[in-house]
C-alpha cells in the first residue's frame, strides 16, 4: 500500500466517496466510557439513574433532570451542537438517539465516537439502560433499575388483567376556538404513549398512525373517548391545570366530559421517554382502572 500507485489511488477513493455524498463516520466508542456527552433528557435521566452522573461532562438546554444535570456543561439544544463546547470537555463519546442521526457526521468531524440509543417504546428504554449500564461500568446499578421498573410494570399489567378496555384519548396540546376547544394534538398508534395506555389496560381512541396528529371537533366527537389525559408540561401551574379542565368541559357532548373522566397531568416525565416513564405508566393505570386494588 506504499507504492507510488497506492498514494496515488487512495485520495481518489476518498474523493469518490465524498462525491457520493456517504458522510463521514465517527471512530469506534471505547468498551468502557469515563467521560460522555449526551444529547437528549432521556439519556441523562438515565446516567445518572444508575449512578453514573459523575461520568456526564456535556449536556443539552433541556436536560433539565435530575436537578444536578442542570450543573452540567450545556454543549448545545436537543438537535444542535456546540463543536468548541464539545471539544472543551473532551469526551470519550457522545450519547444520541436515532433523531440526532445529522449530527453523527459533525461527531466525526470532530474525531469523537458516537454512542446511538433508542427510546422509542419502553423495551427500548429499558435496553438503554443496560446498555448504559456496561458502557460506564454500573451493570449492577442498571440491572437493579430494570428488575425495580420490570417488577411495578408487572403490577399494573395485574391490575388491568381481565378489565374492560376503556377507550383512551391522550393529548399534548389543544388549541382553543370562539366555540370551545378548536383542535388538539393528541397520541396516534405510534409513540410510547400508546404503548403505555395498551400496558396500563386502555386502549387508544386514536386510530391514527400518525405520531401526533392534530384532529377538530368533529374528529373528537367521532372518538368520543371514555377517558381523556391531557399532558402537560413541567411549567405548568395548578391555575394551568384547572384552565384546562375547564377548557375540556366545554365538549359536553364527549362521554368522557359527561362523565368526569377529564384528568389533566404536568411534568417533565410525562414527555420524557426515560426509566421515569414508569411514574407516567401507574399513574395511566389508575385513572384508566381505579375500581382496582391500589387504584386512586
Not at 463519546?93 to 445529522?102: Q, S, T, V
Request: hydrophobic fraction near 40%; charge should be negative.
Amino acid at each position: 500500500m506504499n507504492s507510488p500507485r497506492a498514494q496515488l489511488l487512495l485520495p481518489l477513493a476518498l474523493l469518490l466517496a465524498g462525491a457520493c455524498g456517504r458522510p463521514p463516520e465517527p471512530p469506534p466508542a471505547p468498551p468502557t466510557l469515563e467521560r460522555v456527552v449526551s444529547l437528549a433528557p432521556s439519556i441523562t435521566e438515565t446516567v445518572f439513574a444508575i449512578g453514573a452522573g459523575d461520568r456526564l461532562v456535556g449536556n443539552t438546554e433541556w436536560c433539565n433532570y435530575p436537578k444536578a444535570a442542570r450543573s452540567v456543561p450545556r454543549v448545545g439544544g436537543y438537535m444542535t451542537l456546540d463543536a468548541e463546547r464539545v471539544l472543551a470537555v473532551h469526551p470519550d463519546a457522545i450519547l444520541m438517539l436515532a433523531e440526532h442521526g445529522h449530527l453523527r457526521a459533525r461527531a466525526a468531524e470532530l474525531g469523537i465516537p458516537v454512542v446511538m440509543l433508542d427510546n422509542k417504546t419502553v423495551p427500548d428504554i429499558l435496553t438503554t439502560i443496560r446498555h448504559l449500564g456496561r458502557l460506564l461500568d454500573h451493570r449492577q446499578e442498571a440491572s437493579r433499575l430494570v428488575a425495580e421498573i420490570e417488577g411495578r410494570m408487572a403490577a399494573v399489567r395485574k391490575r388491568a388483567k381481565d378489565s374492560f378496555r376503556p377507550r383512551v384519548l391522550v393529548t399534548v396540546g389543544r388549541n382553543m376556538g370562539s366555540q370551545g376547544i378548536d383542535s388538539v394534538c393528541c397520541v396516534g398508534r405510534t409513540p410510547f404513549h400508546n404503548e403505555l395506555v395498551e400496558l396500563a389496560g386502555g386502549t387508544n381512541a386514536c386510530e391514527l398512525d400518525q405520531p401526533y396528529p392534530r384532529i377538530g371537533p368533529e374528529g373528537l366527537l367521532r372518538m368520543d373517548p371514555d377517558i381523556i389525559i391531557d399532558l402537560m408540561d413541567s411549567h405548568a401551574t395548578p391555575e394551568d391545570l384547572e384552565k384546562a379542565r375547564t377548557e375540556w368541559l366545554g365538549n359536553g357532548r364527549l362521554k368522557a366530559v359527561q362523565t368526569g373522566r377529564i384528568h389533566v397531568l404536568a411534568g417533565d416525565y410525562t414527555v420524557v421517554p426515560g426509566p421515569r416513564f414508569i411514574l407516567l405508566l401507574e399513574q395511566f393505570a389508575g385513572i384508566i382502572h381505579p375500581e382496582a386494588e391500589g387504584g386512586p
